[in-house]
């Protein structure tokens, strides 16, 4: 058996378990891994400039791809904290990523050493497991035990902290003969489905709500294959919107008090009976649940058991792994689809699609400073049916979300629980790391541009390139609106007079100068008519330079973006489209 450093053998786990790629920075504590890295060479390596930004690069490589997990890596101390957001935005949206840090020696741990904190500690309220690796011997079996943790069950992020003494010492250890450990998954039962069936066939408005979790489990396919069987309309969570294409005609919208259609939460509420899979029923899509949930009966499918009822309790309730959910779901209705006995859904799903064309959002707008409505527009235009978009929390978000079309699971790559501003930036460059091939287009508001900003120099420096549009009315635009409720506008604003840019008009900061200083290509959009130009010209920017293109797109200062407190009662601030004119690139022709 070989004799090797412990730090040697949890590298060729990664490899072996299929992490090969590590997002992160070196310190002290943690060379002897990197030396491990160094050494045997399997494990690809995008060196960040802040470790909360590493750790979004993970969850970008992680959320890009079924099957990937992400890697982060950095020192003791501070590292782990700043790792804690990324660990917690993975949690909250069901995404595996593994954090590891360096620490000090064993013997120092209690002693108040140089950056000795407790980081296991600190970090189990965000992750799957959080564990100080204290014998050199059991590297090998926490790597094993943390890459069957994060694969099963509810997926989520693994922090292993490790000792350098420990990483140093040497142990016995056979890589030819390591396996991972396997991973059990509930499934659904024969029982169980045709219970389901029998639910739907008794109701007259059924709806699917298609969540994350079909995405986790690979199971897209089947829940096309399901709703085209049963004729059942579908609704896309946020984290699950991509399941269904935007333009198939069982999508019926988005539902909820932000990033909803209007026509998503009128088929909503005329519905009698929900199938959720995979979703967690968020607030944010929920609003009250007098209202979601009216007199409409629920089943709820996750693979956590205690998911089950902890929003509200279903009528009916299934732990299973979403595609093995779906295996079976779809065995049923085959069968009854064969014998007669589905019911037709024809007219309920022409109802949904009859709403689809009279409930759009006007898009159209040619006022300067520019109205954020026309930059979605644009960006239909300019964007593919292949394109992965990448945002986080915001206005920029909600109206994307409104007003955007994905036609492919993984194309709509969104932090949706924990929202960190900051996230776009590393996590886009995560995904275009997993994709190259893909065209792959951030979106942000300035405030979120500007929290990380500095990791556009990693896209420049290991030219890995993507479109970054950045829609900037210089303010804090979500908690500005949320301000209204206090009758204020306090703290929120970030336009300043740049001495340095008078050209700017009191906007601020200068992100064209600041992402030309970082080695990147950046362009700046005034009037409406300049969006298209100026995203085409980005597409042949990105290719021909191989680094980060930024579009920044000077907006109105003030807009208030359709949402409310309850999905019967949205606010629409702004014209309704009346005509295919209105909302040129609505999926929709409106009459």
């Known amino acids: 058996m070989a004799r090797m450093r412990a730090v040697d053998a949890a590298v060729l786990i990664l490899e072996k378990e299929g992490s090969t790629q590590a997002f992160g920075l070196p310190g002290a504590a943690i060379n002897p891994f990197y030396s491990a890295m160094k050494k045997h060479g399997g494990i690809k390596h995008v060196l960040a400039r802040h470790v909360e930004a590493a750790s979004h690069m993970a969850e970008g490589y992680t959320r890009a791809r079924a099957g990937n997990i992400g890697v982060c890596i950095g020192t003791s101390g501070p590292a782990g904290t700043d790792m804690i957001t990324g660990l917690y935005s993975a949690s909250a949206d ?55 943790l994060m694969r099963e069950g509810r997926p989520g992020p693994v922090l292993i902290d490790l000792p350098i003494d420990v990483q140093l010492t040497e142990i016995d250890f056979d890589i030819d003969t390591y396996e991972p450990l396997p991973v059990p998954r509930p499934a659904a039962t024969r029982a169980q489905a045709e219970k389901v069936l029998e639910m739907l066939a008794t109701s007259e408005h059924p709806l699917i709500v298609a969540g994350g979790g079909i995405i986790n489990a690979g199971g897209e396919d089947l829940l096309v294959e399901f709703a085209e069987l049963t004729g059942i309309p579908v609704v896309p969570t946020l984290m699950g919107w991509g399941v269904l294409p935007d333009d198939h005609p069982l999508m019926a919208g988005m539902v909820g008090l932000q990033t909803s259609h209007r026509y998503g939460n009128a088929t909503f509420l005329a519905s009698d009976l929900v199938l959720g899979i995979g979703n967690r029923w968020a607030n944010r899509h929920t609003g009250g649940l007098e209202v979601y949930k009216g007199q409409r009966k629920f089943i709820h499918v996750d693979i956590e058991p205690t998911q089950i009822g902890r929003v509200f309790a279903p009528d009916y309730g299934v732990v299973s792994d979403a595609r093995a959910a779906l295996e079976v779901f779809v065995e049923v209705a085959r069968e009854w689809a064969a014998e007669g006995k589905l019911a037709d859904r024809s007219a309920w799903a022409d109802e949904c699609s009859a709403r689809k064309t009279a409930l759009e959002r006007k898009t159209h707008f040619d006022n300067v400073p520019v109205k954020p409505q026309r930059v979605y527009e644009e960006m239909n235009r300019a964007f593919g049916p292949d394109t992965r978009y990448v945002s986080t929390i915001g206005l920029s978000q909600i109206q994307a979300a409104q007003l955007l079309h994905v036609y492919r699971p993984r194309h709509w790559i969104n932090a949706g629980q924990a929202g960190p501003l900051g996230w776009t930036v590393p996590a886009t460059l995560g995904v275009a790391v997993a994709d190259p091939d893909s065209t792959v287009v951030a979106l942000s508001g300035d405030y979120d541009f500007q929290f990380l900003i500095e990791e556009l120099a990693v896209g420049a420096q290991f030219n890995i390139p993507y479109i970054h549009v950045v829609v900037n009315n210089s303010y804090l635009g979500l908690i500005r609106q949320a301000q209204r409720g206090f009758d204020m506008d306090f703290c929120v604003q970030l336009s300043f007079e740049n001495i340095n840019s008078p050209e700017l008009n009191g906007y601020g900061v200068d992100h064209v100068k600041v992402a030309e200083g970082l080695g990147c290509k950046a362009l700046r959009v005034f009037e409406p008519d300049g969006i298209l130009p100026a995203l085409e010209q980005a597409k042949k920017l990105m290719v021909e330079h191989q680094v980060p293109i930024v579009v920044e797109v000077i907006l109105e200062r003030v807009t208030n973006v359709s949402m409310g407190l309850e999905i019967d009662n949205i606010v629409e601030f702004e014209d309704l489209a009346e005509s295919p004119d209105d909302a040129p690139t609505a999926l929709a022709l409106l009459d």
């Open 94 to 148: 069901s995404i595996p990523i593994l954090c590891i840090t360096g620490q000090a020696p064993v013997a120092k741990l209690h002693k108040e050493d140089f950056q000795a904190v407790d980081i296991a500690s600190i970090a189990k309220p965000v992750a799957k497991w959080a564990v100080t690796v204290m014998e050199a011997a059991q590297v090998p079996g926490t790597f094993q035990k943390a890459f069957q």
